[in-house]
T-cell receptor, first 114, second 118 residues
């Protein structure tokens, strides 16, 4: 079975500062990994995904994540935080693209301070 | 990208009544859809996997008689909360994969439906 652990339920950064949201996964087979963002009372929007093509994955809104097999990590970063980045972020794992659901971490709420 | 739409976005009902939430894939066909439930400030909990033309597969602890799921066509799945009670108040989100997008396996999510049971 797969699982995801997101370290830190709440991260607060200053506007313009580096954003680092941590995600570690557990999977017995090579995983697909995802980061989603959720704004209040909305569904989830895909930020980026890892599908084994490249370990450094670039996503929307300036976010990127690096897959590190040795550390079983898939941390999300952004060089400079904007106020609009304040939201809930979820890391998720899957082991295939068939009829299996995603398994989500508990989420990290990002606050951006002016 | 692929679009999944949910309706209604907000619903308030009286205790004991039933509420139906629709989930549609607008620009692709989905043989499988997933229903998640999200409590305030918590993660998404998978409720069930909805399969077109067959019975849904429910996760352990989810009451199948309370949360009726029907996947009548390749673009529509419905979740009916029967005899709703205040503890059923939650944010329900559906999702699906676009099989034409190949490898990746990402899910596309609806906007979510906020259910409040009085």
């Amino acid at each position: 079975a797969q699982s995801v652990t997101q370290l830190g339920s709440h991260v607060s950064v200053s506007e313009g500062a580096l954003v680092l949201l941590r995600c570690n996964y557990s999977s017995s087979v090579p995983p697909y990994l995802f980061w989603y963002v959720q704004y209040p009372n909305q569904g989830l929007q895909l930020l980026l995904k890892y599908t084994s093509a490249a370990t450094l994955v670039k996503g929307i809104n300036g976010f990127e994540a690096e897959f590190k097999k040795s550390e079983t990590s898939f941390h999300l970063t952004k060089p400079s935080a904007h106020m609009s980045d304040a939201a809930e972020y979820f890391c998720a794992v899957s082991v295939n693209s068939g009829n299996t659901p995603l398994v989500f971490g508990k989420g990290t709420r990002l606050s951006v301070i002016a | 990208g692929a679009v999944v739409s949910q309706h209604p976005s907000w619903v308030i009902c009286k205790s004991g009544t039933s509420v139906k939430i629709e989930c549609r894939s607008l620009d692709f066909q989905a043989t499988t859809m997933f229903w998640y439930r999200q409590f305030p400030k918590q993660s998404l909990m998978l409720m069930a996997t909805s399969n077109e033309g067959s019975k849904a597969t429910y996760e352990q602890g989810v009451e199948k008689d309370k949360f009726l799921i029907n996947h009548a066509s390749l673009t529509l799945s419905t979740l009916t909360v029967t005899s709703a009670h205040p503890e059923d108040s939650s944010f329900y989100i559906c999702s699906a994969r676009d099989p034409q997008r190949g490898l990746g396996g990402e899910l596309f999510f609806g906007e979510g439906s906020r259910l409040t049971v009085l």
